[in-house]
């Protein structure tokens, strides 16, 4: 099974806007490949993708799942490892760490709704890791359906060069079928099989000019791909092959500069068949994609890994999801070189070799075991015990460190409590289990309060996790009110001399540090500790010029406010002195840490808050209302659109401190007619009479507790 030809396998995912159909989608894409014998609908629950209950009752993606199917596409047999990837903006960490070990994405868009706030994000992802895309406009039976106006969007929203493949026979009830650009033939599928016979007809005569036009507007994109076929174009356009306009489209899709269209209606049943038809044409094969790149973490130089078994091992685990049968099971992409069952992998992270003691082939969430996962494969292991999402597995004599994601900060908290006390040990195991599977979500204990402190992306992510608490671990939780997470930052640069001595009997503690303690340069853009070091003479010996910048750094967890983190600093080591006995590293750091307080302290502190980009959907008759609501929450309105349907988006930016509830609200004022959508944007600083409110409230639960 390992050894099968790389380019007939397809890495993709499926990606989108909540509710524009990604699950039922690959619902059909299971039925028509022969995975399952029944197809599973997501409003009856009974979706196979969505395995989880949690996903079954609301009707969500929450977790991507991964299938592998095969499909005959001319007289070849492709591989299609297909992820589901959640569409709902709180999960945007399982989409982009999908998309980092994917070679090719559907992206999916409602013909109603077209190109919405958070297929836009998930467009950016793709773009960001380089991930071609088909695009597939689903619902065309909807009221309000068109085609042709969700491709006008892809241009103006996206940017994107979408060509049509295909266009639809009707739209809304009177959708029958479509018409391929490429065999120029209608399809038509009968509903009594489900969907699964479809019959291939000549092109209905009221179409003829319609469906002429955009053929050739498909063969002018892609001519300009491949210059014979333009050559071809020009001079005898009847002679050109199918097989020909197939290689150029591919070839414009692979070099991301050509997004082909199709259509269908997965809840109809029709136009499934020819979307996998396409995945297999148009999307790259691990053998397209370029050559995987990575650091050697001894000697820090690049190098890259060609998509071969010949190669030393390297993948990427992009996942790690808790199975109630076997256990701990990380999922991984494996780029050069295959992982065999049984045999031990190094863990570059950790430094230690770890044993894979049984491999599967995942099919939503059931398991077929396998022997070894070969280059280009995606496929799911247990038996590891310490590895973390992002990390990279590889041999041990050729290590190497693949790019590994960066995940957003939570934005919002709440402290939770098992119901009765004899749970709190069910309460951090579950806790840590669901840390280790989603890299957005993060627990810790308030130094201040001692409660147990959650923190994600949004109500809905942290909603979730307790569901899953109670479903998985047993543990029911009570909740505190939603906390924000606030920053913290300096505003003005102070130069501080800062000495730490401390005599006991017997050898004493000295360090003397002056630093200069403010805001960032304006190109330091990663975040976090701007350390400079400008020390002349060996004043601070070279050995304890770390433990000053370590000081630093955990001090920054801290602020002088209100105890919440720094994101970033810029310390200046100017000079100082030491003692030839009593000074040591630690002495160095504490003194660090006592020197950022007193710094922070006069160096203009300021509270920083988390701002949300909101759009919200809502009938022309609402919109005073809606917009009269966001003033009230301090939200700025940045922009309005209207859409066919006679709505109007409202674009705004939004404290999340004011946005708590605000889904109920926004029913409220538009009789549930208005649909909202938020992510996050940045931080900002706070006004001075906001941010003593905020202060006195944290500064009020403190002393409750004491």
């Excluded at 070990?101 to 297929?119: F, H, R």
């Excluded at 076929?229 to 070839?251: C, H, P, Q």
């Excluded at 494969?377 to 590891?384: E, K, S």
């Excluded at 433990?547 to 919440?564: C, E, H, N, P, W």
């Amino acid at each position: 099974m390992a050894n099968q030809n790389l380019n007939l396998t397809r890495n993709i995912g499926i990606m989108a806007h909540i509710d524009a159909g990604k699950t039922t989608t690959s619902e059909r894409i299971l039925y028509y490949t022969g995975l399952t014998h029944k197809i599973g609908e997501v409003h009856d629950g009974a979706a196979t993708m969505d395995w989880m209950e949690e996903e079954q009752e609301r009707g969500i993606t929450i977790t991507s799942a991964a299938t592998t199917c095969h499909w005959k596409w001319n007289d070849n047999t492709y591989k299609i490892n297909l992820i589901d990837t959640p569409g709902h903006v709180d999960f945007t960490a399982e989409v982009e760490r999908s998309l980092r070990v994917l070679d090719g994405a559907v992206a999916t868009y409602a013909a109603v709704g077209g190109v919405e706030p958070q297929s836009e994000t998930v467009w950016r992802q793709a773009e960001k890791y380089g991930v071609p895309c088909l695009a597939y406009v689903n619902k065309m039976d909807r009221s309000g359906a068109d085609f042709f106006d969700v491709m006008n969007q892809m241009i103006e929203k996206l940017g994107a060069n979408p060509c049509p493949v295909m266009i639809p026979i009707g739209a809304e009830e009177n959708f029958k079928g479509i018409v391929d650009l490429i065999k120029m033939k209608a399809i038509y599928w009968h509903d009594e099989s489900m969907g699964s016979e479809y019959e291939v007809d000549d092109i209905p005569a009221d179409m003829a000019d319609q469906a002429q036009e955009w053929h050739d507007k498909m063969i002018e994109n892609a001519a300009s791909f491949d210059d014979a076929l333009m050559e071809k174009y020009f001079n005898d356009a009847s002679s050109i092959t199918e097989e020909e306009i197939i290689a150029a489209i591919r070839k414009g899709t692979v070099a991301h500069e050509l997004v082909p269209m199709t259509c269908g209606s997965s809840f109809k049943n029709k136009g499934v068949q020819p979307l996998l038809d396409y995945i297999c044409a148009f999307l790259p094969s691990p053998l397209d994609t370029p050559n995987i790149a990575g650091t050697n973490p001894e000697t820090g130089a690049e190098e890259d890994r060609r998509p071969s078994e010949d190669e030393a091992t390297s993948a990427l685990a992009f996942k790690i999801a808790t199975d109630p049968y076997v256990g701990r099971l990380v999922y991984f992409r494996v780029y050069s070189g295959k992982v065999a069952a049984g045999s031990y992998i190094y863990n570059t992270r950790s430094g230690k070799k770890e044993r894979v003691s049984r491999l599967f082939q995942m099919f939503s969430n059931k398991q077929n075991p396998v022997e070894e996962i070969g280059a280009g494969d995606i496929g799911a292991g247990v038996g590891f015990k310490d590895i973390h999402t992002g990390d990279t597995l590889c041999d041990e004599n050729h290590p190497i460190v693949l790019e590994s994601m960066d995940f957003p900060d939570p934005v919002i908290g709440i402290a939770v409590e098992p119901k009765t006390q004899k749970d709190m040990e069910k309460l951090s195991n579950g806790l840590a289990k669901l840390a280790e599977e989603d890299p957005t979500f993060r627990v810790h204990t308030d130094e201040q309060t001692g409660q147990t402190v959650i923190e994600g992306m949004g109500e809905l992510h942290l909603d979730i996790i307790l569901e899953r608490l109670k479903r998985e671990f047993k543990v029911e939780c009570n909740q505190g009110r939603p906390q924000v997470a606030y920053k913290e930052a300096i505003t003005q640069t102070v130069e501080l001399r800062e000495v730490y001595k401390k005599q006991t009997g017997g050898r004493g503690k000295f360090a003397d540090i002056i630093v200069t303690v403010g805001p960032v340069d304006p190109d330091f853009t990663q975040g976090g500790l701007q350390f400079v070091d400008e020390v002349k003479g060996g004043n601070v010996p070279k050995e304890y010029i770390p433990s000053v910048q370590k000081g630093f750094t955990t001090a920054m967890k801290s602020g002088v406010l209100a105890g919440y983190p720094l994101d970033s600093l810029k310390v200046v080591l100017k000079d100082g002195s030491y003692h030839p006995v009593d000074s040591d590293q630690l002495s160095f750091e504490i003194c660090a840490i006592s020197a950022y307080k007193k710094a922070c302290e006069k160096a203009g502190p300021t509270l920083l808050e988390p701002i949300m980009k909101l759009e919200v959907v809502t009938p022309e008759e609402n919109m005073g209302d809606v917009i009269g609501d966001l003033n009230k929450r301090r939200g700025q309105v940045e922009g309005m659109e209207s859409t066919k349907s006679g709505s109007r988006i409202v674009k705004a930016m939004v404290p999340l401190s004011e946005m708590f509830g605000y889904v109920t609200a926004l029913r409220t004022i538009t009789s549930g007619r208005a649909t909202s959508s938020m992510t996050y944007d940045h931080h900002t600083a706070v006004s001075p009479t906001i941010a003593r409110t905020i202060l006195e409230e944290v500064k009020g639960r403190v002393e409750l507790i004491k």
